[in-house]
Every structure is written in structure tokens, then in C-alpha cells.
């Protein structure tokens, strides 16, 4: 595989899930990703998850989900030595990214300003739940927190369930993903411009706005405000989850062409020329009326018969499956889309993780370490910067690690 961030460093100070899970990516890529955290207790997230044996070892699985791949250095960066350590670490890296809210980086002494004499042509890249600037910037902001406020919420349910939240922190990952992307794009045009540095700004609430375009767009061009349609597909019918004889499987026949085959293959092909479905915008007036026709037809048969035979006829249909199934399902197991580390340090047994959904030149990017215990690297990366034994029990004397 193609380490297409080889000889890129990234210092990772960041905290739970968008930070991480953005230099998760990075990781992944190729970067060598070090991962600055508070020395005794480290990132939050080496607290949650559901084993809470681990979590009382610091290796909690929230933490274990984003981190592999990664070092960890523990530094006390409101000590004057952990602060001149981490400027030190600085001019030797690529990247920053940070996850506090506005201002605590400047306050600590280590702002993009400060930072960038370090490092002139530095990417520095802060996460935060509604950005650098405006009214909010100063508010605490978790997943959900960002997911009310975004208007997905809004639009997640049906009309007697809404607002709902979205599963897992939605909010969150597309923050991640979203500073990911833009730390690729300012490392690629780093070859093609000055010497000169780059403040990226990510805001979650903008960030998870962005990926909401088609609900969006509807309301900005056409006027037309999202409502909440639980598991029906607002631009065609039928497209949605359907009832089945077992199990729940979704169908997305959203041309022409796909509703006739549905009806020929549901056995009822009388339904493409009735009048009261045979236009696109009659179907989704009478959507209601239409899915209970269908799901009368369904009954009959499993959701894994119907989405074969609907499959085959060239409509778009899938079973609704746990997420057991899915990491079960050959389409997942045999892509090389689960990790294995055997044995982890601080774990004291074999983990399986998710890699990151990507193949390059048809292999999926990977990391050879699991994720490290706290402080696990500090001696190496700083025996790296060329401090002694001596110079490094100092400082841990001290409390700067």
C-alpha cells in the first residue's frame, strides 16, 4: 500500500472524537502521527467505552477506536519546559491540529502565531464546535449539542418520533473527516506555493451543514423546508424501508424503469399503469397509499429472497441489517476493512478495529501499531529531539511529562 503521507508529521493534541478521528485518518495515510496528551490522564476518550475494565486502565475502547497507528507523548503544556519541549516538537512537524475551544492555545502560549516562528510553513488546524469567530464560539459543544443545533435532529424520525438523534456522533465524525480533508489539500499545495503557513478552521456545526446539501438546497432554492419522513426517501417513491415476511429491507427504485420492475416482480404489474402511480409525482403524492400495496405483496416472501430477486432485476434493494451482520457480511469481512492487533500493550488482549473505507491501488491503507498507552512514546520521541536520560528524568521530576 501506497503510504501517501510518508515523511509527514502531525502532532495530534486533541481530545475524544473529531480530533482524533481526523489524525486517525492521517495516520492511516502514512503520516507519523504523535499524539500530545495531559500527562495521568490523557485524551477523555481513554476513560469511555463499554469495557469499564478498560476504561480504568486508560485504554478505553472510545480511545482504542481512533488511535491506532498513533505515539503518545505526555507533556504539561502549562509548564514553561513542557511549553518549550512542545515548540521544539513543533519545528520539526508539518501539522497541528487541535481540538480546544477558541483561545486556549493562545492562552497556553502556543497559538498559530507563536507557533508559526517554529515553523513558517505550518498547518495548523483547529476543531471546534462552531468555529474560530461568531457568537458561539466560546460555547462547549458535544456531538449532539452540534446535532440539535445543525438541524439534523429535525429532520431524523418520522413525524411522531422527531426530533431524533442520529445514532453515533455523525456531527463529530464529519468534523473529523472534514479536517482531514482539508490538512490533505493544504499539504498538497504546500509543494506549489511559498514558504508560508495555513490556519485551518473547522467548525462542526458548518462542517455537518455542508454534508446536508440536498435538505438544505430544497429550503435556500426551492423554499422548501425538510420535514422529518423516518425511513422514506424524500425524492422518489417507492424508496424507503419496507416490511417484509422477515425482515426489513430497504428499496430505492427511483426511476421509471426501476418502479416497473418492482411491480413485475412483486407480481403486480398492473401498479406501473395504474393512474394513481404511474407519474414520478403521483407516486410521492400518494406514497402512503403505494407502500402499503407493496408491503401487502412483500409478506410473502423473506427480505433476503426480495432483495435478490429485485437485485437481479436492476432495482436497488438491500436487507436492513445490525451491525453485527454488517461486520459479519462477506462485502465487509473479506475487504480487509477490520484490523487486527494481537496482544495490546495495556489491553492485555487481541482487539479488532475498523481501518478507514479507503483502498489505494487496491489495498486498504493500514497502520503496523496499535494504539499506544499513555505516554507510552515519550522517551523515544524525545531521545528523537536529542534530549539524554538524564534530561528526560528531569523533566519528569519536574512535571513537565
Known sequence: MIACLDGVRVLD??????GPFCCHQLAHMGADVIKVEVPGSGDLARQLGADAELNAKHMGVSFLAQNAGKRSLTLNLKSAKGKAIFRRLVATADVVVENFRPGVMERLGLGFETLTKDRPDL?????????QEGPLRNLPAYDQIIQGMCGVMSITGDAETAPYRVGYPIADTIGGMTAAF???AALARRGKAAKEPCLIDVSMLEATLATMGWVVSNLLIAGRAPQPLGNENFTASPSGAFRTG??????AANKQEQFEAVCRVLGRPELAADPRFAARQDRLARRTELKAILEEALAARSAADWQEDLNAAGVPAGRVLTVPEALDHPQVRDRGMI???EAVPGVERDIRLVRTGIKVNG????VESPPPQLGEHSREILAELGLSDMEIDALAEEKAL
Open 339 to 341: 484490523a487486527a492487533f
Open 182 to 184: 482539508a490538512v490533505a
Open 246 to 251: 422477515e425482515g426489513l429491507l430497504n428499496i
Open 363 to 366: 489495498a486498504p491503507p493500514a
Open 13 to 18: 493534541l486533541t481530545n475524544v472524537l473529531a
Open 123 to 131: 498547518i495548523y488546524c483547529a476543531i471546534s464546535g462552531f468555529g
